[in-house]
Protein backbone atom coordinates (compact mmCIF):
# COMPACT_ATOMS: atom_id res chain seq x y z
CA UNK A 1 0.00 0.00 0.00
CA UNK A 2 1.84 2.96 -1.14
CA UNK A 3 -0.09 5.01 1.66
CA UNK A 4 -2.07 8.68 1.11
CA UNK A 5 -0.61 10.68 -1.69
CA UNK A 6 -0.47 14.08 -2.28
CA UNK A 7 0.94 16.51 -4.59
CA UNK A 8 2.84 18.88 -4.92
CA UNK A 9 5.24 18.60 -2.44
CA UNK A 10 5.86 22.08 -2.44
CA UNK A 11 4.43 25.10 -4.48
CA UNK A 12 5.54 28.36 -4.31
CA UNK A 13 2.61 30.72 -6.17
CA UNK A 14 1.67 34.35 -6.27
CA UNK A 15 -0.98 36.22 -4.85
CA UNK A 16 -4.14 36.03 -6.84
CA UNK A 17 -3.05 32.42 -8.31
CA UNK A 18 -4.96 29.53 -8.42
CA UNK A 19 -3.58 27.06 -6.68
CA UNK A 20 -4.80 22.97 -6.79
CA UNK A 21 -3.52 20.42 -4.50
CA UNK A 22 -4.30 16.94 -5.07
CA UNK A 23 -4.83 13.92 -2.55
CA UNK A 24 -5.07 10.06 -3.49
CA UNK A 25 -6.59 8.43 -0.48
CA UNK A 26 -5.81 4.71 0.07
CA UNK A 27 -7.62 2.48 -1.60
CA UNK A 28 -10.42 1.20 0.33
CA UNK A 29 -10.76 4.26 2.37
CA UNK A 30 -14.16 5.90 2.67
CA UNK A 31 -13.07 8.96 4.13
CA UNK A 32 -10.87 11.52 3.55
CA UNK A 33 -9.92 14.74 5.02
CA UNK A 34 -7.99 18.15 4.53
CA UNK A 35 -6.22 19.43 7.35
CA UNK A 36 -3.91 22.79 7.41
CA UNK A 37 -1.24 23.01 9.45
CA UNK A 38 -0.13 26.71 10.25
CA UNK A 39 2.31 27.91 13.52
CA UNK A 40 -0.05 30.45 14.70
CA UNK A 41 -3.44 27.79 14.72
CA UNK A 42 -2.33 24.11 14.68
CA UNK A 43 -3.58 21.82 12.65
CA UNK A 44 -7.85 22.54 11.72
CA UNK A 45 -9.80 20.62 9.78
CA UNK A 46 -11.16 22.09 6.63
CA UNK A 47 -14.02 20.02 5.09
CA UNK A 48 -13.90 16.30 4.68
CA UNK A 49 -15.61 13.66 2.73
CA UNK A 50 -17.52 10.35 3.10
CA UNK A 51 -18.25 7.80 0.23
CA UNK A 52 -17.10 11.07 -2.17
CA UNK A 53 -19.86 13.44 -0.61
CA UNK A 54 -18.61 16.39 1.03
CA UNK A 55 -19.84 15.77 4.99
CA UNK A 56 -19.24 19.05 7.01
CA UNK A 57 -16.92 21.99 5.35
CA UNK A 58 -17.41 24.31 8.23
CA UNK A 59 -13.65 24.68 8.65
CA UNK A 60 -13.35 26.26 5.07
CA UNK A 61 -12.17 29.31 5.54
CA UNK A 62 -13.98 31.61 2.80
CA UNK A 63 -15.41 30.73 -0.60
CA UNK A 64 -11.67 31.09 -2.07
CA UNK A 65 -11.69 28.00 -1.05
CA UNK A 66 -13.10 24.54 -2.45
CA UNK A 67 -12.56 21.31 -2.53
CA UNK A 68 -14.13 18.38 -4.39
CA UNK A 69 -13.79 14.39 -4.65
CA UNK A 70 -14.93 13.62 -8.04
CA UNK A 71 -14.05 9.60 -7.47
CA UNK A 72 -13.09 7.29 -4.17
CA UNK A 73 -9.68 7.61 -5.61
CA UNK A 74 -8.74 11.31 -6.25
CA UNK A 75 -9.94 14.61 -4.35
CA UNK A 76 -8.45 18.03 -4.76
CA UNK A 77 -8.69 21.56 -2.68
CA UNK A 78 -8.54 24.60 -4.68
CA UNK A 79 -7.48 28.03 -3.79
CA UNK A 80 -8.93 30.94 -5.67
CA UNK A 81 -7.09 33.59 -5.79
CA UNK A 82 -4.43 32.70 -3.56
CA UNK A 83 -3.09 35.25 -0.83
CA UNK A 84 -0.39 35.37 1.30
CA UNK A 85 -2.05 34.64 4.59
CA UNK A 86 -2.75 30.96 2.66
CA UNK A 87 0.33 29.91 3.22
CA UNK A 88 0.76 26.69 5.37
CA UNK A 89 1.07 23.35 5.25
CA UNK A 90 -2.08 21.28 3.79
CA UNK A 91 -2.44 17.87 4.37
CA UNK A 92 -5.00 14.85 2.96
CA UNK A 93 -5.74 11.79 4.96
CA UNK A 94 -8.06 8.50 4.78
CA UNK A 95 -9.54 6.57 6.91
CA UNK A 96 -12.17 3.42 6.97
CA UNK A 97 -14.01 2.41 9.75
CA UNK A 98 -13.32 -1.04 11.20
CA UNK A 99 -17.34 -2.13 12.01
CA UNK A 100 -15.38 -5.46 13.92
CA UNK A 101 -12.70 -3.67 15.36
CA UNK A 102 -14.14 -0.25 15.72
CA UNK A 103 -10.89 1.09 14.59
CA UNK A 104 -10.82 4.54 13.66
CA UNK A 105 -7.38 5.68 12.39
CA UNK A 106 -6.73 8.52 10.42
CA UNK A 107 -3.01 8.26 7.87
CA UNK A 108 -2.05 11.07 6.70
CA UNK A 109 -0.27 12.15 3.77
CA UNK A 110 3.04 13.67 3.46
CA UNK A 111 1.58 17.51 2.89
CA UNK A 112 1.74 19.86 0.31
CA UNK A 113 3.65 23.66 1.56
CA UNK A 114 2.09 26.23 -0.26
CA UNK A 115 3.18 29.48 -0.53
CA UNK A 116 2.33 32.37 -1.42
CA UNK A 117 3.95 35.79 -2.18
CA UNK B 1 -16.43 21.31 22.17
CA UNK B 2 -14.01 19.37 22.51
CA UNK B 3 -10.52 20.65 23.47
CA UNK B 4 -6.69 18.91 23.84
CA UNK B 5 -4.09 20.64 25.70
CA UNK B 6 -0.41 19.93 25.65
CA UNK B 7 0.98 22.66 28.58
CA UNK B 8 4.34 21.33 27.31
CA UNK B 9 5.80 23.39 24.35
CA UNK B 10 9.07 21.76 23.92
CA UNK B 11 10.72 19.01 26.47
CA UNK B 12 14.26 17.11 25.63
CA UNK B 13 15.85 14.15 27.04
CA UNK B 14 19.02 12.58 26.88
CA UNK B 15 19.57 9.73 24.11
CA UNK B 16 18.28 6.20 26.40
CA UNK B 17 16.67 7.90 28.75
CA UNK B 18 12.93 8.45 29.54
CA UNK B 19 10.78 10.69 28.75
CA UNK B 20 6.99 12.06 29.85
CA UNK B 21 4.42 14.07 27.34
CA UNK B 22 1.44 15.26 28.65
CA UNK B 23 -1.98 15.77 27.54
CA UNK B 24 -4.87 16.91 28.88
CA UNK B 25 -8.60 17.03 27.29
CA UNK B 26 -12.13 18.18 27.75
CA UNK B 27 -15.52 16.04 26.94
CA UNK B 28 -18.47 15.40 28.14
CA UNK B 29 -19.03 12.76 26.49
CA UNK B 30 -18.16 8.70 28.15
CA UNK B 31 -16.95 7.12 24.64
CA UNK B 32 -14.08 8.23 22.80
CA UNK B 33 -10.30 7.70 21.18
CA UNK B 34 -7.37 8.98 21.92
CA UNK B 35 -4.53 9.26 19.73
CA UNK B 36 -0.67 10.36 19.50
CA UNK B 37 0.82 11.44 16.18
CA UNK B 38 4.42 11.95 15.87
CA UNK B 39 5.77 14.73 13.25
CA UNK B 40 9.31 14.47 12.61
CA UNK B 41 11.12 17.10 9.91
CA UNK B 42 9.66 15.46 7.14
CA UNK B 43 6.42 16.43 8.04
CA UNK B 44 4.64 13.03 7.69
CA UNK B 45 2.23 12.95 10.43
CA UNK B 46 2.71 9.40 11.77
CA UNK B 47 0.81 7.41 14.29
CA UNK B 48 2.44 6.08 17.48
CA UNK B 49 -0.12 4.92 19.47
CA UNK B 50 -3.90 5.03 20.12
CA UNK B 51 -6.35 4.28 22.83
CA UNK B 52 -10.21 3.70 23.09
CA UNK B 53 -11.80 5.06 26.69
CA UNK B 54 -13.54 2.51 27.31
CA UNK B 55 -10.50 0.29 27.66
CA UNK B 56 -8.76 0.52 31.26
CA UNK B 57 -5.89 -1.31 30.18
CA UNK B 58 -2.83 1.67 28.99
CA UNK B 59 -1.72 1.13 25.16
CA UNK B 60 1.20 -0.26 24.60
CA UNK B 61 4.11 -0.27 21.02
CA UNK B 62 6.83 -1.52 21.80
CA UNK B 63 8.81 1.82 23.11
CA UNK B 64 5.92 4.12 23.66
CA UNK B 65 3.17 3.85 26.26
CA UNK B 66 0.33 5.79 27.55
CA UNK B 67 -0.80 6.46 30.71
CA UNK B 68 -4.57 7.15 30.16
CA UNK B 69 -6.46 8.57 33.44
CA UNK B 70 -10.13 8.93 32.70
CA UNK B 71 -11.79 10.38 35.44
CA UNK B 72 -8.69 12.98 35.34
CA UNK B 73 -8.80 13.27 31.14
CA UNK B 74 -5.25 12.56 31.02
CA UNK B 75 -3.30 11.04 28.73
CA UNK B 76 0.27 10.80 28.80
CA UNK B 77 2.75 9.67 26.49
CA UNK B 78 6.21 7.77 27.67
CA UNK B 79 8.80 6.94 25.71
CA UNK B 80 11.11 4.86 26.80
CA UNK B 81 14.74 4.29 26.31
CA UNK B 82 14.99 7.70 23.59
CA UNK B 83 16.37 7.01 20.39
CA UNK B 84 17.77 10.04 18.19
CA UNK B 85 15.31 9.02 15.66
CA UNK B 86 12.46 9.74 18.11
CA UNK B 87 12.98 13.48 17.67
CA UNK B 88 9.75 15.43 16.48
CA UNK B 89 6.89 16.94 17.50
CA UNK B 90 3.92 14.95 19.19
CA UNK B 91 0.51 15.86 18.88
CA UNK B 92 -2.18 14.45 21.24
CA UNK B 93 -5.54 13.87 19.27
CA UNK B 94 -9.26 13.66 20.60
CA UNK B 95 -12.22 12.00 18.31
CA UNK B 96 -15.76 11.35 19.78
CA UNK B 97 -17.60 8.43 19.34
CA UNK B 98 -19.51 8.24 15.93
CA UNK B 99 -17.40 11.56 15.10
CA UNK B 100 -15.12 12.34 12.59
CA UNK B 101 -13.23 15.52 13.09
CA UNK B 102 -10.06 14.76 14.87
CA UNK B 103 -9.26 17.54 17.16
CA UNK B 104 -5.63 18.24 17.75
CA UNK B 105 -3.60 19.74 20.74
CA UNK B 106 -0.84 22.45 19.73
CA UNK B 107 1.87 20.07 20.00
CA UNK B 108 5.05 19.45 22.09
CA UNK B 109 8.58 19.72 20.38
CA UNK B 110 10.56 16.42 21.57
CA UNK B 111 14.52 16.70 21.31
CA UNK B 112 16.61 14.09 21.89
CA UNK B 113 20.42 14.99 23.13
CA UNK B 114 23.01 12.34 22.40
Known amino acids: DAGVIQSPRHEVTEMGQEVTLRCKPI?????LFWYRQTMMRGLELLIY????????DSGMPEDRFSAKMPNASFSTLKIQPSEPRDSAVYFC???????????????FGAGSRLTVL | AQTVTQSQPEMSVQEAETVTLSCTYD???????LFWYKQPPSRQMILVIRQEAYKQQNATENRFSVNFQKAAKSFSLKISDSQLGDAAMYFCAYLGQGAQKLVFGQGTRLTINP
Open chain 1, 49 to 56: FNNNVPID
Open chain 1, 27 to 31: SGHDY
Open chain 1, 93 to 107: ASKKIDRGSGANVLT
Open chain 2, 27 to 33: TSESDYY
